[in-house]
T-cell receptor, first 116, second 114 residues
Framework: AQKITQTQPGMFVQEKEAVTLDCTYD???????LFWYKQPSSGEMIFLIY??????QNATEGRYSLNFQKARKSANLVISASQLGDSAMYFC?????????????FGDGTTLTVKP | DVKVTQSSRYLVKRTGEKVFLECVQD?????MFWYRQDPGLGLRLIYF???????EKGDIPEGYSVSREKKERFSLILESASTNQTSMYLC?????????????FGQGTRLTVV
């Protein structure tokens, strides 16, 4: 079984500052992928960044980076230079190599509010 | 531009009605999923399908059924809608058994059962 834990229901950050959204996971799969999605108030889920369990380097995509600590089973999302448009709900998810049909397991989400 | 399209953004139905939520993807993905999203509960998997006419129960299948007659279309059916099925419903698709690729989501359907 897989489990994703996001312990921060809500977060606030000042515009232009960096923010870290926490994610811990648990899985018995030896190989897995970790994902972060953004959900604005419009409702659509937007893929942000991916990290493979065997990747040696932390993933980066523009202002997004993933702080992957395999031994601690954490995959925190770091957003640098926050913008007002970053205000949204953020979900951490994982997908295991042995998971049937590539099902993803999602955390409960963190609502990020960027203050001007 | 790749797309997952859900038939309705907003839907209001009466208790006891049979409700169909439709989802179509144009990426030739094998896997399709229906999730339900409620505040504080994240995304919960209702049903998924990894091939035409194949379906498997997710974590909360009670009160729902699905149909996948064509590869691109995955329908969620509420056999007899109840007020506790008022929720946001998200459809997603992904490639088969490739854990490196993300899921693509539709825009969501906000269903209200009155």
């Amino acid at each position: 079984a897989q489990k994703i834990t996001q312990t921060q229901p809500g977060m606030f950050v000042q515009e232009k500052e960096a923010v870290t959204l926490d994610c811990t996971y648990d899985t018995s799969d030896p190989s897995y992928g970790l994902f972060w999605y953004k959900q604005p108030s419009s409702g659509e889920m937007i893929f942000l960044i991916y990290q493979g369990s065997y990747d040696q380097q932390n993933a980066t995509e523009g202002r997004y980076s993933l702080n992957f600590q395999k031994a601690r089973k954490s995959a925190n999302l770091v957003i640098s230079a926050s913008q007002l448009g970053d205000s949204a709900m953020y979900f951490c998810a994982m997908r295991g190599a042995n998971t049937n049909a590539g099902k993803s397991t999602f955390g409960d989400g963190t609502t990020l509010t960027v203050k001007p | 531009d790749v797309k997952v399209t859900q038939s309705s953004r907003y839907l209001v139905k009466r208790t006891g009605e049979k409700v169909f939520l439709e989802c179509v993807q144009d990426m030739d993905h094998e896997n399709m999923f229906w999730y339900r999203q409620d505040p504080g509960l994240g995304l919960r998997l209702i049903y998924f399908s990894y091939d035409v006419k194949m379906k498997e129960k997710g974590d909360i299948p009670e009160g729902y059924s699905v149909s996948r007659e064509k590869k691109e279309r995955f329908s969620l059916i509420l056999e007899s809608a109840s007020t506790n099925q008022t929720s946001m419903y998200l459809c997603a698709s992904s490639t088969h058994r490739d854990m490196n690729t993300e899921a693509f989501f539709g825009q969501g359907t906000r269903l209200t059962v009155v």
